[in-house]
């Protein structure tokens, strides 16, 4: 089972989706779109996989606890296991602006997605994570210079 944040759209859609033709399950997270969520999920199902979506603000740290509890449940409902074996941290967002009109808030943003973010979230599922399991950072946001 692999949990992948971002798991919705773009490179999390396409990880999501090649895993499962390896007979990998899959425990998506999407922010906003829950219909780009369930689609990716009966693809997954359509091509004999399982899947599960949930939603998941990366830079909400406060909800952490409440989304392994989501996870935890995930796990033993429709998977029939208590740990899942990878994850991908692949949440992300992208400041499309050149480098001297960046602001100190779309910075910020960019380091709670993709930083601060996938460090504390790994921290509190590590301990239902398989020993032996992969974690995989993927960063995609960026600054033109």
Do not use: C, W
């Amino acid at each position: 089972i692999a949990l992948i944040t971002g798991a919705s759209r773009g490179l999390g859609r396409n990880m999501a989706l090649h895993l499962a033709k390896r007979g990998v399950h899959i425990i998506g997270t999407y922010r906003s779109s829950s219909a780009e969520a369930e689609t990716l999920k009966q693809e997954i199902e359509a091509l004999g996989g399982k899947a599960a979506m949930l939603p998941l603000e990366i830079t909400v740290t406060s909800s952490y606890p409440a989304f392994v509890r989501a996870v935890t449940s995930t796990l033993q409902n429709d998977f029939g296991r208590e740990r899942f074996d990878f994850l991908i941290n692949n949440a992300g967002n992208g400041l499309f602006s050149n480098f001297v009109d960046a602001t100190e808030g779309q910075f910020d943003s960019l380091v709670a997605t993709h930083l601060r973010g996938p460090i504390f979230l790994t921290q509190k599922l590590l301990p239902i994570m398989e020993d032996g399991g992969r974690v995989l950072n993927v960063s995609s946001g960026f600054v033109r210079f």
